[in-house]
Nanobody, 119 residues
Framework: QVQLVESGGGLVQAGGSLRLSCAAS????????MGWFRQAPGKEREFVAA????????YYTDSVKGRFTISRDDAKNTVYLQMNSLKPEDTAVYYC????????????WGQGTQVTVSS
């Protein structure tokens, strides 16, 4: 199993940008599909983006298409989520997860990083 640690969250004004990072332990990182999820207060956790183990395929929820970009650097065992044109409704705790396919199930989860977008 892989251990995941997110970083890069914070407070940003609407229209701003943040880049989240998720560092993974273990030598099998490159064999995992990786995903980003988020959970806003009072809401269920939702899918944000995923990237295949090869990096050749990416998927996004409709609300972030054109604004967010998921990428991976297997040499650094890290997956990223570049978030541009942030909106207040993007405010949530963001989690990264590892699985054997971009459709899940995702087996390993990080502890989350808070993203707050002020209007």
């Amino acid at each position: 199993q892989v251990q995941l640690v997110e970083s890069g969250g914070g407070l940003v004004q609407a229209g701003g940008s943040l880049r989240l990072s998720c560092a993974a332990s273990g030598r099998t990182f490159s064999s995992y599909a990786m995903g980003w999820f988020r959970q806003a207060p009072g809401k269920e956790r939702e899918f944000v983006a995923a990237i295949s183990w090869s990096g050749s395929s990416t998927y996004y929820t409709d609300s972030v298409k054109g604004r967010f970009t998921i990428s991976r650097d297997d040499a650094k065992n890290t997956v990223y989520l570049q978030m541009n044109s942030l909106k207040p409704e993007d405010t949530a705790v963001y989690y990264c997860a590892a699985g054997y396919g971009t459709a899940g199930p995702f087996k390993s989860w990080g502890q989350g990083t808070q993203v707050t977008v002020s209007s």
